[in-house]
């Protein structure tokens, strides 16, 4: 009772903050602007965004056929018609406000069509996400490099700047200073305290944290063309970019955008796909605030985000939905009861 009351209470944290996201997003818009809004979508180019629909199922067919690689290392060959209708019914999962409920979905398709142990396959799931995880560092470091001007801009700005001022104040305070530094010593003091009473503090779980995923990525040793999962991984990764930038080209304003500015608006995107299911809410105030930090139009910049998520959400749920109907078409010969089941 305890755990169906908590996993309630997720659920009802990730919807709230969702709602709150999408609010957010669109709060003090005023009537003029909702005008340029609804011009922004009637206007729109829609032939570059379903021509990047059309390339996004390339990333979601690549991501199988990789799947379907790690999972051979465990001794199984799914078929890739399986994993593809896997990997796609678990991202329309996603956009649930259950967590984990898309990886859940993944994996018992797997056990039940294929008769992959649901452990097994989740494992490979995990080590997967462990690898995307590297990719968006990698992103966001390629990011820093070619926009590091505007980053340093923006760091003195609203960062080192404000802070430098706060210090000179502090300087000509004399009293300030010292409550200050007597404040810092008592923070170090209970942060050693706490951390000798509890060994597994923040710390430790860093260190397990780094530890699992360097774990997970070993799991590429035993690929049989490593290469050729690398490949996939790229092919993954430059997709979901090209992808988005397509989408520039459906609005005059955000054509005039180059890579360096797209590849921010992808890798701070892609945090907010993190923060909320389907990245509702998140997605759109993130992408909006990138886009507003190039010169784009607050009403631009609400409704481009709109049109990139919504048209994503369409075709997920449009393939996720058909996937569901031809499982079982597909799948006659196979027993329908599980060998295994998840916990």
Known sequence: MKKKLLNLLKVLVFLS???????FAV????????????EAFGNAN???????????????????????????????????????????????????????LGEASRCGILTRYEKIPFTESFGTVVAERLIDVLCLLIVFFITFLVQFKKINDLAHQYVLDPIAKKFVFIGTHPLLSLLLIIAAAAGLFLFFRLRKKNEGGIIEKIIRFLSGFFAGLKTIQHIRKPWLFIGHTIIIWGVYYVTLHLCFYALAETSKLGVSEGLTVFALGTLGVVFTPGGIGAYQVIVKNVLLLFAISESIAIAFP????????????????????LLPILNKEVNATPEETPA
């Open 17 to 23: 903050l969702g709602l709150f996201l999408v609010w």
């Open 27 to 38: 709060r003090g818009v005023t009537a003029e602007q909702r005008v340029q809004i609804r």
């Open 46 to 100: 829609y032939s570059w965004v379903i021509l990047s629909l059309v390339i996004s199922l390339i990333s979601h067919i690549s991501r199988a056929m990789r799947w379907k690689m790690m999972l051979q290392t465990l001794g199984h060959e799914p078929k890739l018609s399986n994993t593809f209708f896997a990997v796609m019914i678990g991202y329309m999962a996603n956009y649930a406000p259950i967590p984990r």
């Open 306 to 325: 709109w049109i990139v998520w919504t048209s994503s959400f369409l075709l997920i749920l449009f393939v996720g939905l058909l996937s569901l109907i």
